[in-house]
Each structure stands twice: as structure tokens, then as C-alpha cells.
């Protein structure tokens, strides 16, 4: 369980982090997402008592990180790019971690066996692999097996073995119950693991919803035609009230919200006006592409403010309730329910987000 | 507590090759049992009205918490100190340093005439240099945390960061203090061995250096020994912490060793340019607290010849700064984001 109430850090006239307010929740994975310099390092470096905030403040199970006694047994984390000496062995950099926190030697064993790097445990990282360097970065972690594990950016420049690993571990530790925090800068690899999303961006709480949730207001579905007789169809499909976009190839899309009987909708329109069609199908945005909209549009929102056209596009303040969502009527057009329509092929990263396997990686 | 269930019953997904993925899942139904816990932050949650998919069950470590104090950082510092090669090679420097060039010099004189110098204050040269090893060391010993991100990593581990300054303070002071007495006194010996038979020239009977003749031999009393083993020893590893210090003030490595280089040997170079009469008396201040003459007057060798002291005021002297330099280090280590 970890706590943020209005936090809060400004360098100078920069805010990096700006009132941020909410809970992580245990036995989920928690996904927090941002673009890169969106405040994501600050807040869990704030929250590790690493940074000290400049207004709010970020509770771990109830206490501040610096009244934990022995903070390994409450929370692991995997900081960002090697937090580790280079030239002291695996071993030795766990044990003394483990030391400091009166956990038993023997358990720096178990969790090198654990992350699998038991065979290079008395070797210096300044070798290792990014890879070897999370694992043991994770094997710090959960060497006090706590209840709460934060990972910052855990995925960034691993191969697929890798990062297959990283999300069955993540995914089992939240079984387990415990509380999952994790940082990315990729929705398709939230989409993957977490069930709960936060996303900030320029330091600002965007959203607090879950994943399902998120998923279901910000997947943007649309009908893609082709014809021919381009000019002749954007005339045919305006006259009956649709809203075409140009698409590529000379293709039309139309936004829909409907439950993919848009297609066949459109399909029957064009029968009828003997309209010759290429291609008709229905698409869905990639998740990758919501996100992205999402938090450029708190930088457009900040423009248009000053002009008064804020009522167009409410933007979602701290705090969103989970019925409405970040992303709420009107805000995207075109955004809803939409699972009848199957991910089209290679509609983007977050395609994969529904998928029975969850889990077991690309 | 259908959630609960749920936990237990779900297994991760297998992976070949993996051995240690069934021994993690053991593990979970080991400690799916104590869930109590999750009551309050449920609740807490509902206020704040979140939907609480997913479940409230909070996962209870099978390993005993157990309160720390400095005890656990002093052996996290000691593992910590002796598992970087810099210790190593730092120490042995400064070992070959002080007792190979103590050797060497005192083989250099051993046989000729007695120089009128203190029986052990070969020791001196050599320390010289050792001392830069040590100076070296104390420094490494915070900024390579700060230099590889393992501090963060400390920190988090031991948020209590006085303590942690603390541990590894005295960690390195009781290092730096055995490590250099123990070559101050192997020196000290070879010197007594070596010298003691020097030729003594006639003059030196009628002068106070008859002091440290005794039945034709020289002699060094148990003042200079003190002073050329355990003085120089405190005094080394104090110069030493004081590297400690400006290396969690300045964060950064080479900065710190040079301005380490900087105190040691800038006043008494200063000093030498300073021929003027009117700069007379800063020269002498200059030369009267330099670090080097501290330790030229603990082996009975002090800059200025006029001067009688001991070294052991210095020794003081660079305590009371070390403690000052710690005090701001630590004030500043607990105010600074890392």
C-alpha cells in the first residue's frame, strides 16, 4: 500500500511533480505511466526518501520511508539503471544490503537462485549484461521478501527473454498479494501486466483508472473504406451524416461507437449508391496511440486555456472518479465500447492488450 | 474472500528452463494464510473511492522484521569496504609504500654516521607518500556510492543516513588507524634495528642529542615511539575520515582527493614562496599547521627547527576539524535529494 497526498516536487521554477494524489493498491500490479520526464523517477525516488518533496506527502503501509526500521522487509525496489557498485560481486553487494537490514545471509542466496544468477553470484556487475543487471537489481529487491516492490522502468533495453521474465515475476508477485508498482514509458507493456494505470504527464496526475477501464474509454475504433470512386463516397457518406477523415491510400475513416455493426452499416450504404468498394474493415486504434493523445492533449489544454476553449476538451484533473474516466464523453470523439471489433492487423503496440495469454509475452 | 482463492489457486505461468520458478511458487502458498492485514487499506481505499477490482489481500513475508540499528551498518559498511578491490590496493600501496621506502632508507644509512635526526624518523618519508593512499581511500569509501548510484541503493536500503555516515566512518577510521599503525610499526622496528648502531660523531656527545644515546647505541624513547607508531597512525587515518567528509560534501571523487591534495600540501608549499619579511609570521602559521608538519613532529621532525611541539596538539587539532567536517558532512547528506 503506497499512499501519495498532494505530492509535490518543483527544481526551481520547473515543477516536476505536480499534487499528486493516489493509492496503490496491493495484489495488483499497478502500472505508472508517463512519457519520458513526465515525473515518474521523481515521485519514486520521493517516494524512497531518496528526494525529499517540496509540498505533499508519500506514505509506505502508513509510514514515511525514513521511520521504516528495516525499509527491505516493507519495500524492495529496482531503481533506475544500476544502483550498484560495479566492482563489488553480486554476492557481496546483496549481502551487505541484506546486513544493513538484519535479514539472514542465506537469504541472498535464495533470491540469487530465485532471479537465476546463483551461477555469476561471486562475479563483479560491472560485466553483467543489462539484463543480469536487473535481475539483480530485482534480487535486491525481493531480498526482504516485502510486501510492496517498486520497479522503475523495468523493461527498458531488455531482449524478450528478459522481458518476459520481468512481467511473469510481476504478475506472480501481485498474486501473491502483494503491492505491484511499476513504472514504463510503454503502454503496450502495461497493457500487459498491470490492472491498475496512473498516468501522469508534465509531473500531473492524468488518470487513475483501471486497466480494463482505460482500455475500454480510449480505444478509438473506426470503419476504414476504400473505393475507386473516392469523391463520389465522401459525398455518398456526408450526405448521410457521417464524418469521413482521409485515411491512407485514399481511404475513408469513419469514427464509430458503434458495436462493429458500423461496417456493416457503411457496407449496405454503399450497396445501395452501387458504390464499387476496395476495402472495408474495422480498426481500433492501439492503446499506444491513447496514451499518447492523453497526455498530449494536457499540453494542448494548456494553449487553448488561455484562448477560453477549455469547455471542447475537458481535461482530467487529479483525482478522476473511476466511472468517468480520463478520457469521458466528448473528450475523444468517438470513444466507447467497442468489443465486437477485433483488433485489426497490425493496428499497433497495445493490440495484444486482450489476449488470453496475457502474460506470456511477443 | 473469494479473492483470496483466486491467489492461492493460481499458479504462473511455466517457463522452461526456469528452476527457479517452482521453488517462488511454493513459496506463495506457503503465505497465502495471513491476510488479515488487508482490512484497513481495503477500506481506505473505498473512501478514497477507488473500485477495488482485483482484490485487498496484502501478502505477509514468512522472515521475522526485526528492528535495526548501527550494529547492521557497521557489518554492512565492513562487507561493503572489503569487497571493492580500491580497499585492497589502496592499503597495500600505502603498506609498500611506507615499509618498503622505511627500509630502503634506513638500509641507505644504516652503517654511516648518525645524522643528529631521531632514530625513527625515517619513517616520515615514506608515510609521506602512504598517507595519499589512505587520503585515497577515504574518499572512495562515499563518493564511488555516489559515482555508480549505490548510494541510492544504500540509502534505500538504510534510510537512516546519519548511520549510515556513521558505520562507515568508523569502519574506515579503525581500518585506516590498524592498517597504518601496523606499517608504522614494522617501519619503526626496521629503523630501530637498522640505525641504532650508527657511527656516533664526537660532537653529539656534548649536545642535546645526548639525549638518545645510551651505552654507545641510539635510542628513541617510548614518546617518539609512541608517536612514530600509534600517533602516526591516528594521525593518517584522521586525514583519512577528514577525506570522508569532503568526499560527502563534494560528491564527486576526483574533486575530493585534490582538494585532500590541496590541504595536505598547499600551506607548507605556500609557505616556501613566502621570503618576504612582512609575510613572515603567516609563513610560520602556515608552516606550524600544515598536515605535513603535524606529522614531521610526531617523528620528532617538525618543520619549523625553532619548533618544539609534539605533533600530539595538531593530532587534536585535525580531530577537532575532522569532527566539524563530519558533523556538516552528515547535516548535509540527511538535507540533500540523492
Known sequence: MIELRGLTKRYGEKLAVDDLTFTVRPGVVTGFLGPNGAGKSTTMRMLLGLDSPTAGDVRIDGKHYDHLQEPLNHIGALLEAKSVHGGRSAYNHLLCLAQSNGIPDRRVDEVLEMVGLSAVARKRPKGFSLGMGQRLGIAGALLGDPQVLMFDEPVNGLDPEGIHWIRTLMLHLAREGRTIFVSSHLMSEMALTAEHLVVIGQGKLMADTSMAQFIRENSRTYVRVRSPEAERMREVFLAEGYQPVQGEDGALEIETVENGQAAARIGELAAREGLVLHELSTQRASLEEAFMRLTAETVEYHAHAENGAAPASPVPGANVPPGEGPAGPGHTPGVGPAPGAGPAPGTGWGEGWDDPQKGKGR | ?338
Open chain 2, 1 to 338: 474472500m473469494s479473492t483470496q482463492q483466486q491467489y492461492q489457486g493460481q499458479v504462473p505461468p511455466q517457463q522452461p528452463g526456469r528452476p527457479s520458478q517452482p521453488q517462488q511458487t511454493g513459496h506463495a502458498q506457503q503465505q497465502a494464510q495471513p491476510q488479515q492485514a488487508q482490512q484497513v487499506p481495503q477500506q481506505q481505499a473505498q473512501q478514497h473511492g477507488w473500485s477495488g477490482q482485483g482484490g485487498g489481500a496484502t501478502y505477509t513475508s514468512p522472515i521475522p522484521p526485526r528492528r535495526t540499528h548501527l550494529g547492521n551498518a557497521i557489518v554492512s559498511e565492513w562487507t561493503k569496504i572489503r569487497s571493492v578491490r580500491s580497499t585492497v590496493w589502496t592499503i597495500a600501496i600505502m603498506f609498500a609504500l611506507v615499509v618498503g621506502i622505511g627500509l630502503l632508507s634506513a638500509l641507505a644509512m644504516s652503517g654511516g654516521q648518525y645524522t643528529g635526526n631521531p632514530l625513527l624518523s625515517s619513517g616520515l618519508f615514506g608515510l609521506m607518500l602512504g598517507q595519499i593512499c589512505v587520503i585515497t581511500l577515504g574518499v572512495l569509501v562515499i563518493t564511488s556510492e555516489y559515482g555508480t548510484g549505490m548510494i541510492r541503493t544504500t540509502l534505500t536500503a538504510c534510510p537512516q543516513r546519519g548511520r549510515v555516515l556513521m558505520a562507515k566512518s568508523l569502519v574506515f577510521f579503525v581500518l585506516a588507524f590498524v592498517t597504518t599503525t601496523v606499517a608504522c610499526t614494522i617501519t619503526a622496528l626496521i629503523n630501530s634495528a637498522l640505525l641504532s648502531d650508527q657511527e656516533i660523531p664526537s660532537y653529539v656527545r656534548n649536545s642535546s642529542l645526548a639525549d638518545s644515546v645510551e651505552g654507545g647505541r641510539i635510542v628513541a624513547d617510548s614518546g617518539e615511539w609512541l608517536g612514530a607508531t600509534v600517533g602516526a597512525g591516528l594521525y593518517v587515518a584522521l586525514l583519512g575520515l577528514l577525506s570522508l567528509a569532503v568526499g560527502a560534501l563534494l560528491r564527486h571523487s576526483a574533486g575530493a582527493i585534490t582538494t585532500m591534495m590541496g590541504v595536505v600540501l598547499l600551506p607548507l608549499l605556500l609557505a616556501m614562496f613566502m621570503r618576504a619579511e612582512a609575510l613572515e609570521t603567516v609563513r610560520d602559521k602556515l608552516m606550524e599547521y600544515s598536515p605535513l608538519n603535524g606529522l614531521g613532529a610526531l617523528f620528532g621532525t617538525p618543520m619549523l627547527p625553532e619548533d618544539s611541539a609534539s605533533g600530539w596538539p595538531l593530532l587534536g587539532g585535525l580531530a577537532g576539524v575532522t569532527a566539524v567536517a563530519l558533523v556538516v558532512a552528515c547535516t548535509l547528506l540527511n538535507k540533500r535529494d540523492v
